[in-house]
C-alpha cells in the first residue's frame, strides 16, 4: 500500500522560500515517478512539477518554472520541492503523489498519479 506523507508547508511573505518534503512508503520507490500537485480554494488540482524516477528528467507547470526546483532522494524515499521567490498566487494546498503503473516517466496528468497524501498547506502573504 502506498502512503506519502508533505511536510514543510507555512506561511511566508511574497518573495519568500519554502521546502516541501514528502516521504513515501513504496518499495520501488525508485522505479517510479513523481509529482507536486497544488490545490488552490474553490479551483482544481492543477500540476505543479514532475520527476522522472531516476531524477534525470523533470518537467515543471509554466507559472513555477525558474522560481520551484523538484528533487528526490532515491535512497532516503524523498522527494522535494524547493519553492523561491513565492507569489500569492501559490497560496494552495500542495501534494505529492506517485505515478501509476510503476512508470518512471513523469507526466502533467493528474489521473495518472495516485497514492495522494493529506497535503501540506502553503500560504503566502502580499
Known amino acids: 500500500q502506498v502512503q506519502l506523507v508533505e511536510s514543510g508547508g507555512g506561511l511566508v511573505q511574497a518573495g519568500g522560500s519554502l521546502r516541501l518534503s514528502c516521504t513515501a512508503s513504496?518499495?520501488?520507490?525508485?522505479?517510479?515517478?513523481m509529482a507536486w500537485f497544488r490545490q488552490a480554494p474553490g479551483k482544481e488540482r492543477e500540476f505543479v512539477a514532475a520527476?522522472?524516477?531516476?531524477?534525470?528528467?523533470?518537467d515543471y507547470a509554466d507559472s513555477v518554472r525558474g522560481r520551484f526546483t523538484i528533487s528526490r532522494d532515491n535512497s532516503k524515499n524523498t522527494m522535494a520541492l524547493q519553492m523561491n521567490s513565492l507569489q500569492p498566487e501559490d497560496t494552495a494546498v500542495y501534494y505529492c503523489?506517485?505515478?501509476?503503473?510503476?512508470?518512471?516517466?513523469?507526466?502533467?496528468?493528474?489521473?495518472?498519479?495516485?497514492?495522494w497524501g493529506q497535503g501540506t498547506q502553503v500560504t503566502v502573504s502580499s
Open positions: 503523489a506517485v505515478r501509476r503503473a510503476l512508470s518512471s516517466q513523469p507526466t502533467r496528468v493528474k489521473d495518472w498519479y495516485g497514492g
Open positions: 520527476i522522472s524516477s531516476s531524477g534525470g528528467s523533470t
Open positions: 513504496i518499495r520501488t520507490f525508485s522505479s517510479v515517478a
